[in-house]
């Protein structure tokens, strides 16, 4: 079940470091925007996703993970889904998302959520991350940006 997060934020940053392994550029943004958990039955947190308005009617999911043991299971999927129809009754038109040119399995995930990718900025990660990044044995460089309308 998705649940809107208006206090403790910083209780959900383990979670958040997932999927940016920078805890001050979390930090930069964790007070802003809103946070959603994706919560079991039990109200067991098994995913999170934190988004932001880029301008009226865009939004910008600046990050979303789920809890290992729960990943490929369908619940990033679902948590995803439920916060764009939330977005869509409150008459948003359009979603952002940004992620690595090495996150394989992102370009992937959002791709099947129907986002396209719209641009690509070169270097990005190189120069705004102190630590080099690499994933499934690629070199983070790129920001590779994907857009979905509502």
Known sequence: ?????????????PLLLLADPSEAMVRSYLPEGELY?????EEETIGVLHLLEIE???????????REGYQGQGFGK????????N??????REVVVRTGNSSIGNLAFYQKLGFRM?????????????????ENGIPCRDLIIFKRPL
């Open 1 to 13: 079940m998705l649940h809107l997060i208006e206090r403790n934020r910083d209780a959900y940053l």
């Open 37 to 41: 958990a994706w919560r079991s039955e």
């Open 56 to 66: 009226p009617g865009g939004v910008e999911i600046k990050n979303m993970a789920v």
């Open 78 to 85: 679902q948590l995803v889904q439920a916060v764009l129809r």
């Open 87 to 92: 977005l869509k009754e409150r008459e948003y």
């Open 118 to 134: 719209s641009g690509i900025e070169f270097d990005y990660f190189t120069r705004t991350y102190e630590d080099t990044i690499v």
